[in-house]
């Protein structure tokens, strides 16, 4: 592909994988896979394994990708052979977007691109090595744009200006945070003239905070007895987000899930919270709740399984 139609590279998050048997192969100790995502060139991940090695990301919420970084150590224990699949889901089914051969070089940077794929998950599989003992790799990124971002502009009806903002490495709602008072400063530079004070509303949009995760605070019991009320159980969100949440139940022999309550975000500090006291499941079974975002249906807590019993 022609690099000049490549997204540009994307900031990477520390959580974005974790160091645990989910999300990566064995891994030496003091070695954490998270330091494939700073940019310290000090910094590595040892997988103990010279075959066979893996990583997944969870990048949170969905980007397009069309490329990956790969920076290896500088022996024979750099990756070599490998591929990237993609899936919806942390669990697959996973799609092979990419082979890939990595040639030992000075300062050992790979870059591969493939045509742009939206998604959430990422699997790099590593199948060997130049010949040592286990794989080493300083870092893993990824050329992209944050689907958010496009989301929001097209929102704005401002869709034209994205080509111009990612030549310009703007790629996330973040790093256009950053510069927006240089866009708005030489908007002439980025926008159609009659876009400009619709970029200055998208940016005004900006300040305020977005919902981009909501996650079990006190999650409910994992037991219930029929017609009593649970102890109040809760959720949190990003620190200053407000906008409505519902609260979805499932019963294990139900198709389908129902919205049983609509609650509002409420910040508090640190975080924004929703409570849900004197919860009751009328009828015993097996059941899974979960809190989803109204807004961003895609924003939501992992499905919390509860039995009740008579």
């Known amino acids: 592909?022609?690099?000049?139609?490549?997204?540009?590279?994307?900031?990477?998050h520390s959580n974005w994988t974790l160091?645990?048997?989910?999300?990566?192969?064995?891994?030496?100790?003091?070695?954490?896979?998270?330091?494939l995502?700073?940019?310290?060139?000090?910094?590595?991940?040892?997988?103990l394994l010279a075959r066979?090695?893996?990583?997944v990301f969870d990048l949170k919420h969905e980007y397009s990708i069309n490329g990956i970084r790969i920076i290896g150590?500088?022996?024979?224990?750099?990756?070599?052979?490998?591929?990237?699949?993609?899936?919806?889901?942390?669990?697959?089914?996973w799609l092979k977007i990419i082979d890939f051969i990595c040639v030992l070089?000075?300062?050992?940077?790979?870059?591969?691109?493939?045509?742009?794929?939206?998604?959430?998950?990422?699997?790099?599989?590593?199948?060997?090595n130049h010949g040592g003992i286990d794989i080493r790799i300083k870092v893993i990124g990824f050329f992209g744009v944050d689907m958010s971002l496009?989301?929001?502009?097209?929102?704005?009806?401002?869709?034209?200006?994205?080509?111009?903002?990612?030549?310009?490495?703007?790629?996330?709602?973040?790093?256009?945070?950053?510069?927006?008072?240089?866009?708005?400063?030489?908007?002439?530079?980025?926008?159609?003239?009659?876009?400009?004070f619709q970029f200055i509303r998208f940016v005004e949009a900006l300040r305020s905070p977005r919902l981009t995760f909501l996650k079990w605070s006190k999650p409910p019991k994992t037991t219930a007895i029929a017609g009593e009320k649970l102890k109040t159980f809760s959720v949190i969100g990003d620190e200053g987000a407000t906008g409505r949440v519902k609260l979805e139940e499932k019963h294990e022999n139900s198709p389908q899930a129902t919205?049983?309550?609509?609650?509002?975000?409420?910040?508090?500090?640190?975080?924004?919270?929703?409570?849900?006291?004197?919860?009751?499941?009328?009828y015993p079974g097996r059941y899974k709740i979960r809190v989803i975002s109204l807004e961003s249906p895609d924003i939501h807590t992992p499905w919390q399984e509860i039995v009740v019993g008579k």
């Not at 030549?167 to 400063?185: P, S, Y």
Request: aromatic share 10%; net charge negative; proline share 4%.
């Open 73 to 93: 150590c500088e022996n024979q224990s750099a990756p070599r052979n490998g591929r990237i699949d993609v899936s919806n889901s942390f669990n697959g089914h």
């Open 105 to 128: 070089s000075q300062g050992n940077k790979n870059d591969f691109y493939f045509p742009s794929v939206k998604t959430r998950f990422i699997r790099v599989h590593i199948l060997d």
């Open 37 to 47: 995502l700073d940019i310290s060139p000090e910094t590595y991940w040892t997988c």
């Open 1 to 12: 592909n022609d690099a000049s139609s490549m997204f540009p590279l994307l900031r990477s």
């Open 150 to 196: 496009v989301d929001l502009l097209r929102q704005y009806g401002l869709e034209n200006s994205l080509n111009t903002l990612l030549a310009n490495g703007i790629n996330d709602l973040e790093t256009l945070d950053e510069q927006r008072d240089a866009i708005l400063n030489s908007s002439d530079k980025y926008l159609d003239v009659n876009d400009h």
């Open 52 to 55: 066979n090695g893996w990583v």
């Open 259 to 282: 919205t049983i309550l609509k609650r509002d975000l409420e910040p508090i500090q640190g975080h924004s919270l929703v409570a849900f006291r004197d919860y009751t499941f009328k």
């Open 19 to 35: 160091d645990s048997e989910k999300y990566r192969s064995p891994t030496a100790e003091n070695s954490s896979v998270q330091n």
